[in-house]
C-alpha cells in the first residue's frame, strides 16, 4: 500500500458530488494536519478550494476520529494509532478550467479541488483509484484522460493511477465522460487531444497542425522534456481559455473553432491554434521554468513576483510566433495577430498607471477581479507583456546583427534552470538576456517592466522592413490588422465599448472618451441613440456617418433607472493597429524580417 491514497468517486453525478476517500499510512503521531490548496498555479487568484468541501469525517481502525476545522483551508485530526481515513463530500459545478465539475454528461477535476494535501508528507508517492460512476446514473459510457502516470489501468480506463508527491498529484487534471482522442507524434513521443462535446470537425488537420506546432515549440527549445503530453479539450458554444500542467493542458474553446474540413483555417481556428500552441509553450515557460515565488509557495496564501510579464507575456508572443513557425499560418497573417495585440494596448490608457512589475505583482487583486475602472488603471501582463517580449526579441536582433535572439535567451534560461527545475529568481531573464546577447539591456528593462507606458515597436518594426499604421477603427468589430476589402474608417468617436446585441451593455468608459463627458458609466445599458434603438449596427452607422463636434440623444438603463445624456461626438481617433510587408524596405531591413519570420514548414494556406 503507498503511504498516501485517494480514492476519488463521481458519486452523485445530478447532485455535482464527488466522495474522496484519503488513506494515510503513517498519520502525524501528534494529530494530523490536513489543506487544501487556496490557489492553483497558473492562475493568480486565491480561491479557496476548501469552500466547496460539503462535509469531512475521519476515521481509523473501524472508529469515528475527531476532525477540527481550524480555518477555511485546514483541518486537523485527532491523534491516532495506525492508518487513518478522511472521508469528503465536495460540491463540484464550475465549468473552469481550474477547478472541478461534475453533473451526468462529464466530470472534470483538478486535485487541488479534491485531493487533501497531507501536511507533513507532501513529499511522500501516492496513489489514485478513479472510480467509475454508476452506469445509470450518467450519460454514455465514461472513460478516463489524465496524464496521471496508470499503475493498474487500461489507456483511457477508470482503474489506479500514481504520483511521485502531492505536486505531481494537482499538475495532472483529469477529465471524465466521453470524448474523442485524435492522436500524433511530437517530438519523437506520443501526443494526444481528448476532445469533448466537440461535435463534428476534422480530426486530420487537427492532429497535422498541432503536431506541427509542437514540433516547433520543441525545435526552440531543443528538446522536450516529457514522454507524452495530453491536451483535455472541453468544446461548448462559447468557452475560451486554458490552464497549463508539465505533462497535460486543460482548454475550453468554442465548438466554432474546432476545424471543418474545408481546408480553410478560419480566425476563430487560428486562435485556437495559438490556445494550444500557447498553453503547450508553458510545459517548458513557467511550469519547469518556475518562478521562485511559485515553487517555494504552500499554496496556501498568494505568491507575489514580479517577473510574471516574462512567463505569461513571452508565451503569448511565442504563441503566436509559433503558428508561423510551424507553416500553420504565413507572415502576413502573423502580422495581422501582432497588429491586434498592439491595438489592444493602443486602447488601453491604463498603460500610462501601471508598470508590467506592478501588473505582475499585483495579478491576484487587479488583473484577476478587474472592475469597472480596469482599462483605465492597469495594462495586462500578458498583452504588454508579449509586445515587451517582441520588442525585446528585435532589440537583440538588431543590436547583435542577428547573433542573438529571444530564442537564444529561452534556450540559456532552459540550459541554467529549466532542464533542472531550478526555481528562477526575480529579475533573472534580464541578467541572463544580457549576458547571452552581451548587450546593456537595463535602460531597456527599467523603461519596458518598472515604468508604466508605451511599447516601442512601430520603429523597431521599420528596421525590420515592417510597416505599422494607425487608423481609427472600421466599426465594432475591428480589432486592427488588415480590414477585408475597402472598410470605411469612422468619421468621428462616440466612445461607446457595448457588448450584445440588444440593450447592448457599455463594457468599459474610458478616460476623457465622449461617452465618459457624457456622464455614460460601465454596465449601462443602450436603449437608444437619437430615439433609434441601440444596436451595434446602430454605433457603428453613427460613427460611419455623423462628424465630430455634433451631439447625439442616448438613452440608457443604469440599475433600474432611464437616464437620457446627451453624447458630443469626438474626432476620430487613430487606435487601430495595421502592419504590412513594407516593398521599398532596405536590404538590411529584408534580411532581418526573413530571419525574425522564418518559416520552419512550407506554408499551408
Ligand atoms: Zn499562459
Not at 182 to 208: K, Q, W
Not at 461 to 470: I, P, R, S, Y
Request: net charge negative; hydrophobic share 40%.
Amino acid at each position: 500500500m503507498s503511504p498516501l491514497h485517494y480514492r476519488i468517486e463521481p458519486a452523485e453525478p445530478a447532485a455535482h458530488r464527488f466522495h474522496v476517500a484519503l488513506t494515510i499510512q503513517a498519520p502525524d503521531p501528534s494529530g494530523q494536519w490536513l489543506a487544501l490548496p487556496a490557489w492553483i498555479p497558473g492562475s493568480y487568484l486565491v480561491r479557496d478550494f476548501a469552500r466547496h468541501v460539503l462535509t469531512l469525517s475521519a476515521e481509523a481502525a473501524g472508529q469515528a476520529v475527531a476532525v477540527e476545522q481550524v480555518d477555511k483551508d485546514r483541518w486537523r485530526v485527532e491523534p491516532v494509532d495506525g492508518p487513518l481515513t478522511v472521508m469528503m463530500e465536495v460540491h463540484a459545478y464550475d465549468t473552469s478550467v481550474r477547478t472541478a465539475y461534475l453533473d451526468t454528461e462529464r466530470g472534470f477535476f483538478n486535485a487541488t479541488s479534491l485531493c487533501l494535501r497531507v501536511i507533513g508528507q507532501e513529499h511522500l508517492p501516492c496513489t489514485v483509484d478513479l472510480i467509475a460512476p454508476d452506469a445509470a446514473a450518467v450519460t454514455g459510457n465514461w472513460r478516463v484522460a489524465t496524464s496521471m502516470r496508470p499503475v493498474e489501468a487500461e489507456p483511457w480506463g477508470f482503474g489506479r493511477y500514481g504520483c511521485e508527491h502531492y505536486d505531481e498529484l494537482i499538475d495532472h487534471p483529469v477529465e471524465l465522460g466521453v470524448f474523442d482522442v485524435v492522436e500524433f507524434e511530437a517530438g519523437g513521443r506520443p501526443h494526444a487531444i481528448a476532445n469533448t462535446a466537440a461535435g463534428r470537425y476534422d480530426a486530420e488537420a487537427l492532429a497535422s497542425d498541432v503536431a506541427r506546432i509542437c514540433d516547433a515549440q520543441v525545435a526552440l527549445f531543443g528538446e522536450l522534456p516529457c514522454d507524452r503530453y495530453l491536451f483535455l479539450n472541453n468544446v461548448s458554444a462559447d468557452g475560451y481559455g486554458g490552464l497549463e500542467h508539465r505533462y497535460s493542458s486543460a482548454l475550453a474553446a468554442p465548438r466554432r473553432a474546432m476545424p471543418d474540413g474545408s481546408g480553410r483555417r478560419s480566425d476563430d481556428y487560428v486562435n485556437f491554434l495559438g490556445l494550444v500552441s500557447h498553453e503547450y509553450f508553458h510545459l517548458w515557460n513557467v511550469r519547469r521554468l518556475m518562478p521562485a515565488a511559485v515553487a517555494h509557495s504552500d499554496l496556501e496564501s498568494a505568491a507575489y513576483f514580479d517577473d510574471l510579464w516574462a512567463y505569461e507575456g513571452i508565451t503569448s508572443y511565442y504563441d503566436d510566433l509559433g503558428l508561423l513557425r510551424a507553416g500553420v499560418i504565413d507572415s502576413a497573417r502573423y502580422l495581422d495577430l501582432l497588429a491586434k495585440q498592439m491595438t489592444r494596448l493602443e486602447r488601453n490608457p491604463g498603460r500610462y498607471r501601471q508598470s508590467l512589475a506592478e501588473s505582475s505583482r499585483l495579478a491576484w487583486t487587479k488583473f484577476y477581479q478587474q472592475d469597472a475602472s480596469a482599462a483605465n488603471a492597469i495594462v495586462s501582463y500578458y498583452n504588454k507583456g508579449a509586445l515587451v517580449a517582441c520588442a525585446l526579441d528585435l532589440t537583440l536582433r538588431r543590436e547583435t546583427d542577428d547573433q542573438c535572439s529571444l530564442d537564444h535567451v529561452m534556450r540559456e534560461l532552459w540550459t541554467r534552470y529549466g532542464r533542472a527545475m531550478k526555481p528562477i529568481p526575480d529579475a533573472a531573464i534580464e541578467q541572463v538576456a544580457a549576458e547571452v546577447s552581451g548587450l546593456d539591456l537595463s535602460d531597456f528593462f527599467d523603461a519596458m517592466i518598472r515604468t508604466p507606458g508605451e511599447v516601442p515597436l512601430p520603429d523597431l518594426l521599420a528596421d525590420f522592413g515592417v510597416e505599422a499604421t494607425c487608423r481609427p477603427a472600421a466599426g465594432p468589430d475591428d480589432a486592427g490588422g488588415r480590414q477585408p476589402g475597402e472598410a470605411p474608417s469612422s468619421r468621428c468617436r462616440t466612445g461607446l465599448n457595448a457588448r450584445g446585441q440588444r440593450q447592448p451593455r457599455l463594457i468599459n468608459v474610458l478616460d476623457d472618451s465622449p461617452a465618459q463627458q457624457a456622464g455614460l458609466a460601465p454596465g449601462d445599458r443602450l436603449v437608444a441613440i437619437d430615439h433609434e434603438e441601440a444596436t451595434p449596427a446602430v454605433i457603428k452607422a453613427v460613427e460611419q456617418r455623423r462628424v465630430a463636434g455634433e451631439t447625439v440623444a442616448v438613452h440608457v438603463i443604469r440599475g433600474d433607472r432611464l437616464l437620457e445624456r446627451q453624447l458630443t461626438l469626438g474626432d476620430a481617433e487613430p487606435n487601430t493597429w495595421t502592419l504590412t510587408l513594407a516593398e521599398s524596405s532596405s536590404e538590411d531591413a529584408h534580411a532581418r524580417r526573413s530571419a525574425w519570420l522564418r518559416t520552419s514548414a512550407a506554408p499551408g494556406e
